[in-house]
T-cell receptor, first 116, second 116 residues
């Protein structure tokens, strides 16, 4: 079985500051990892995903994440926050190629607030 | 093209009544997923359809929940004898290429169900 833990249910940053949202995973098989963003009253939108290959993954809106197997982490970063980044962010995992298939297991989410 | 659509966007019902939630996936997508987002449980997988294969129902919380997918396209999630704990946002997602683990799941805006 797979699981993800998102540290910090609420994160607040100043506009222009670094955004760091933490995600740690637990998986008995090599996982595939995803970050989704949810704006108010909207569905989830994929920011980026790690499946295989390069461990530093770049996504939309200037976000990136690095898969670190030794730390079982997949933290999301953005160098400079913008007001439009205020939303809820979800880390998710599935069983990858070898187990569990395609259904996603989500973390509890991190609400990002961007202040002037 | 059009994204995943869900109807109704909001549904208020009385305890004990049956409800039907509809999902129209992206045209051509063969895989369809239902998730539930609630304050107490976060985002959780409910059921997955892939082509003509038997659905993966492993996430359905009770036998009051069922879903069908007609003609490989539209899906209906039915909740019988609704309970207050069924109140949540029900999200539908679809993906292409046979629902592989690497595929991006595209989410609809959700149906907000309130059981009084």
């Amino acid at each position: 079985a797979q699981s993800v833990t998102q540290l910090g249910s609420h994160v607040s940053v100043s506009e222009g500051a670094l955004v760091l949202l933490r995600c740690n995973y637990s998986s008995s098989v090599p996982p595939y990892l995803f970050w989704y963003v949810q704006y108010p009253n909207q569905g989830l939108q994929l920011l980026l995903k790690y499946t295989t290959g390069a461990t530093l993954v770049k996504g939309i809106n200037g976000f990136e994440a690095e898969f670190k197997k030794s730390e079982t982490s997949f933290h999301l970063t953005k160098p400079s926050a913008h007001m439009s980044d205020a939303a809820e962010y979800f880390c998710a995992v599935n069983g990858g190629l070898t187990g569990g298939g395609n259904k996603l297991t989500f973390g509890t989410g991190t609400q990002l607030k961007v202040e002037l | 093209g059009a994204g995943v659509s869900q109807s109704p966007s909001n549904k208020v019902t009385e305890k004990g009544k049956d409800v039907e939630l509809r999902c129209d996936p992206i045209s051509g997508h063969t895989a369809l997923y239902w998730y539930r987002q609630s304050l107490g449980q976060g985002l959780e997988f409910l059921i997955y359809f892939q082509g003509n294969s038997a659905p993966d129902k492993s996430g359905l919380p009770s036998d009051r929940f069922s879903a069908e997918r007609t003609g490989g396209s539209v899906s209906t999630l039915t909740i019988q004898r609704t309970q207050q704990e069924d109140s949540a946002v029900y999200l539908c997602a679809s993906s292409t290429k046979g629902g592989r683990s690497t595929d991006t799941q595209y989410f609809g805006p959700g149906t907000r169900l309130t059981v009084l």
